[in-house]
């Protein structure tokens, strides 16, 4: 009778936990949207979060990963801005700071979108401004909450690509066949991160795309993947970062055959989240 009072207080436990991470996916659900609509510039996303569960018969996943793609208007020229960030934490610690940075990039969208605010900026003054803004939210936390990204602008007529990458895996370029690292240095500290002096350290990535030209984002789970065992037992942690370029080129650009390649041979251990931009021309 103890072990089934026992039992039955636990799956009530879980019940409520399993709530709790409902609710909170719900939450995050509209945030990571792919709204774009472009004869230009496709937008595609992947997302696989690590905590898996069930609530009242319906499967679902929580993570801190999250894409979001809109088209926005900046002097009376349209583009495309897209995002991909990783929070901080795993589970529900990581889901409150995707809500956090999908909710304030929802903001800043939606004042793009209704006012004046921002349209007469140029594509790289608007993703500097944003971006501060975005730090200045996650500031607010004290450490307690950061989050990686990059975060990109493309203007659809000329496929000049700006973005900035707050210590996020590096942008990687599919073109003819080749996939190669966009940049090979990280721009801006995690959004959130105390600032060490007062004059942070500003570097906005630039790339002419072409037609044809392919643009993968992704967080830390296409590279953090065990990769068997060392010799005494302990796992062998991935420490190819130049393993994703070999996933896209083997994939051929596709979404999920290139996840079916980071997992080939290897255990996931973190969320991951692809963000596919193809540049049409």
Known sequence: ETLTKTLDEINGLKFQQDGDYYLTSLLIEPLGRNSVISDRVKVEFFLKQKKEFQFKGEFNTLGGDINIAHNIKLMNKSY?????????????????????????????????RSFKWGKNLMPDEWIYNTYHELNQTFLTFEGLMMVSMVLGIIEEETGNMYFINAEHPMPVLYRNGKASF?????NYNKLGFPPIDTKPRVSIGNVKLVSGDIVFLGSDGRDDVVMGTHPNGQPRVNEDLERFLTC??????????????IKKDATLLDDISLLKVSYLG
């Open 182 to 186: 966009i940049s090979e240095e990280q």
């Open 248 to 261: 896209v080129e083997n994939g051929n650009g596709n979404l999920q055959e290139i996840f079916q390649f």
């Open 80 to 112: 495309v801005v897209f995002l991909n960030g990783d929070a901080m934490g795993k589970s529900t610690q990581g889901a409150g700071g995707a809500i956090v940075l999908g909710t304030a990039f929802e903001v800043i969208m939606e004042r793009v």
